[in-house]
Antibody
């Protein structure tokens, strides 16, 4: 069965950096695009970033562009999100999401991890 | 960037009612739209993709229609377990923006 397990969340001061990781299993990781989606406490879903199955295509929400970097390591079946210059408004649960689309196709988030909470506060 | 809106923002309906939620894109996105259900305290669940394709295992009372800029999610007969917030998401090209959500509860 598909499993996505996020790690790396915690409390961080504004302006600092944090790296989130997602360990994927139960599917051929290298065949699927992946996303990070976040949800601030009591708020709606916000798409953060995507990376294509082969890592050649990356895209970011305007709110994180230039501060966050998405990457993948197919040899370890891991997805990462490097977050820098963190702000209070980045406080959220961050979900690792597998797209349902095979290879270069995008169709939506089929499997979601349980999320990891990032709190940006002094 | 293309903006996504949803209406209504919330609704109350009786068990057995037909419920319709609308999602609108500020520009055409073909049929590149997904719908999700998020129950309180739970992870979002994919209901529909490609505007009208029901994800495996999703009850047939859920259906989606639309193309271009206007889309609908319909629950043909509302059940107590359908209490949730529903989100649409575009995926024609980045950014893959979500709508603001529609909260559904039982009257």
């Amino acid at each position: 069965q598909v499993q996505l397990v996020e790690s790396g969340g915690g409390v961080v001061q504004p302006g600092r950096s944090l790296r989130l990781s997602c360990a994927a299993s139960g599917f051929t990781f290298s065949n699927y695009g992946m996303h990070w989606v976040r949800q601030a406490p009591g708020k709606g879903l916000e798409w953060v970033a995507l990376i294509s199955y082969d890592g050649s295509n990356k895209n970011y929400a305007d709110s994180v562009k230039g501060r966050f970097t998405i990457s993948r390591d197919d040899s370890k079946n891991t997805l990462d999100l490097q977050m820098s210059s963190l702000r209070a408004e980045d406080t959220a649960v961050y979900y690792c999401v597998k797209d349902i689309g095979y290879k270069s196709n995008w169709y939506g988030g089929q499997y979601w991890g349980q999320g990891t909470l990032v709190t940006v506060s002094s | 960037d293309i903006q996504m809106t949803q209406s209504p923002s919330s609704l109350s309906a009786s068990v057995g009612d037909r419920v319709t939620i609308t999602c609108r894109a500020s520009q055409g996105i073909r049929n590149s739209l997904a719908w999700y259900q998020q129950k309180p305290g739970k992870v979002p669940k994919l209901l529909i993709y490609a505007a009208s394709t029901l994800q495996s295992g999703v009850p047939s009372r859920f259906s989606g229609t639309g193309f271009g800029t206007d889309f609908t999610l319909t629950i043909s007969s509302l059940q107590p377990e359908d209490i949730a917030t529903y989100y649409c998401q575009k995926y024609d090209s980045g950014p893959f923006t979500f709508g603001p959500g529609t909260k559904v509860d039982i009257k």
